[in-house]
Each structure stands twice: as structure tokens, then as C-alpha cells.
């Protein structure tokens, strides 16, 4: 599948080491302290995204290497949807019901957060749909991570759950979720909210 000329906007310690001019111990040193935020893969590797780099780099007063700065600034994807849920079941069934709702789009699968931070630093998407039960992660705090950057643009995030708490919606909308589902979902309902959405951010009749 083609990947829209997009740029991986996730670095290992060796990339940082030679976008920084220092030896790749150096880079794990600067993980290891605490200096330089980074993610561990399933395989025990460091993985750093370009908006903490950049933070990092600005905080040392060192130079931003001008192809950072164009891949931080790349524009959302707004033809890509990613839906992220480990229910891989409910996972297909959303893929192929928007697949067939909005064959004008791309939609992409994510089964934990790992794959999701993959994904969002490959791809983009314009829409997340961001299943908040996930193992192993805060699927609020990762909704204000990505509603926080202030400097660009920020993905609509559609928050599912299949939690039985009438707290759980005001919680996810506050942490900045555009809308809220609670399972069995309301297809149909997805649907109409998820053109909506794309019709404030493109200009497209709903």
C-alpha cells in the first residue's frame, strides 16, 4: 500500500545520534536521563517522535535540521481514518463498514497503543477512532497528548468505550475528544458524526 510520500516520523537512538552529531551511547544516555522523552519497542529498542526531538534540540539551543522542522509541520491527513481497538473483531467490522460508508478514504487499524503511535506518526490520520479501554495504556491521557500541540493542526478524535460509567463520557470529552460512543456502537450515528467532523476541518458538505 502506498504510504502518500509521507516520512516515518519516528527516529531510533542512532538517527538521533547523527541528526545531533554525537555517538549513539550518547543519544541512549540522553534517553536513559530523562533528558530526551522516547518509547520503548515490544523488541527493547528506543523510538523518539520528531515533536520531542524538536522540544529536545530547542531546550539544548542546538539547530533544528530544517527536514524536522517540515516533517513536524506536515498537515493531517484527513482522507485517512485509524480506527484503534483491541477487540480485533469490532476492529475489522468498524474497517469494513467505513470502507464501504466512505470509499473515499483510507482506513488504517491499530490493535494497542503501540501500533496506534505508529500509525498517527506515519500516517496522520485526520480521524482517530480511539477505543479508551485499551491494555497497557491511558486512553485519556493519550487523547490529550494529541489535542495538545497547539502549534498544529490536531486530529478529531472519536473516543469508544464499552465501559458501563455515565462519568466515562464527560471524563474522555474534558481530556479533548470531539465526540463519544459507548458500545454496541450506532453505526449509522458513527458515520454522520465522523462527516461531520471531516466537513469542519475540509470544507465538505456533510
Known sequence: MAKNG?????????EVANI?????????????NGHLKAFMTPGG???????????????????IPEELETMNGEQ?????????????????????????????HNVLQAYDGFEAGQ???????????????????DGHKLCQK???????????????????DPNEKNSILQNGADAFFAKPLELENLITTIRELL????GEKA
Open 146 to 164: 494529541l489535542k495538545s500541540d497547539g502549534d498544529y493542526e490536531t486530529p478529531s478524535i472519536i473516543a469508544i468505550t464499552g465501559l458501563d
Open 20 to 32: 545531533c552529531g554525537v555517538v549513539n551511547q550518547t543519544a541512549i544516555n540522553w534517553i536513559k
Open 76 to 104: 493531517l491527513a484527513w482522507n485517512t481514518i485509524l480506527v484503534v481497538d483491541d477487540d480485533r473483531d469490532i476492529n475489522d467490522l468498524l474497517k469494513r463498514f467505513l470502507e464501504k460508508k466512505l470509499p473515499e
Open 45 to 63: 529498542q528506543y523510538r523518539v517522535y520528531t515533536d520531542d526531538l524538536i522540544d529536545f534540540l530547542n531546550s539544548r539551543g542546538m539547530r
Open 6 to 14: 509521507k516520512k516515518i516520523k519516528i527516529f531510533s537512538a542512532l
Open 119 to 137: 500509525m498517527i506518526s506515519e500516517w496522520s490520520p485526520g480521524i482517530i477512532l480511539l477505543d479508551i479501554d485499551l491494555p497497557g495504556i
Open 199 to 202: 466537513a469542519q476541518h475540509t
